[in-house]
């Protein structure tokens, strides 16, 4: 099946600080990448679509100049926390579509991120 | 609104069967997906349903029926690598995944 990887799969930063992760679709392009959030023991929470080439279209109570996203390539989305905060420790994974007739998302392996 | 049902959690023995189901409301529907989740990682792909009836491949079968807004998971022949979550995830009319909480499946032995 198609290949997501993320990076870091963990970073531990101090509160006020700025952690970018980074979010590429390896054999294949991808137009679209989903990014979520996970606290533990609850549901994956959608927080905004990547869009190549295009402004992110964010969920409702995301906000955007907090999460920046940049979908700057076909294969490459890059979501930056900043002016991290402890209650922005939480799971961050991203998918993407392959595409064509199929709407599986493919699942990078998420990043943990703690801010002390 | 969206709403998806299941069970939180759920114990079965090694060897067994389990039948996990959900129940779901959304605006629209282009099929339902099942994801299994280990503790710290990523969800992982089980099955697409999209029509009603039942899909099978290999230990996991998905059966969907849409009329109901319905659909189970049913896992044979446990192995404790099966002590997951598994998330019911239905596709709405915009062709975005819904997520629920899923059900934490325990295996003993």
């Known amino acids: 099946g198609a290949v997501v990887s993320q990076h870091p799969s963990r970073v531990i930063c101090k509160s006020g600080t700025s952690v970018k992760i980074e979010c590429r679709s390896l054999?294949?392009?991808?137009?679209?990448m989903f990014w979520y959030r996970q606290f533990p023991k609850q549901s994956l929470m959608l927080m905004a679509t990547?869009?190549?080439?295009?402004?992110?279209?964010?969920e409702q109570g995301v906000e955007k100049d907090k999460f920046l996203i940049n979908h700057a390539s076909l294969t490459l989305s890059t979501l930056t926390v900043t002016s991290a905060h402890p209650e922005d420790s939480s799971f961050y994974i991203c998918?993407?579509?392959?595409?064509?007739?199929?709407?599986?998302?493919?699942f990078g392996p998420g990043t943990r991120l703690t801010v002390t | 609104g969206q709403n998806i049902d299941q069970p939180t959690e759920m114990t079965a023995t090694e060897g067994a069967i389990v039948q996990i189901n959900c129940t779901y409301q959304?605006?629209?529907?282009?099929?339902l997906f099942w994801y299994q989740q280990h503790a710290g990682e990523a969800p992982t792909f089980l099955s697409y349903?999209?029509l009603d009836g039942l899909e099978e491949k290999g230990r996991f079968s998905s059966f969907l029926s849409r009329s109901k807004g319905y659909s189970y998971l049913l896992l044979k022949e446990l192995q404790m690598k099966d002590s997951a979550s598994y998330l019911c995830?239905?596709?709405?009319?915009?062709?975005?995944?819904?997520w629920g909480a899923g059900t934490k499946l325990i295996i003993k032995p």
């Open positions: 995830a239905p596709l709405d009319s915009n062709y975005q995944l819904i």
């Open positions: 990547s869009n190549e080439g295009s402004k992110a279209t964010y």
């Open positions: 998918s993407a579509p392959t595409g064509g007739d199929s709407y599986e998302q493919y």
């Open positions: 054999d294949f392009q991808a137009t679209t």
């Open positions: 959304t605006s629209g529907f282009n099929g």
């Open positions: 349903n999209v």
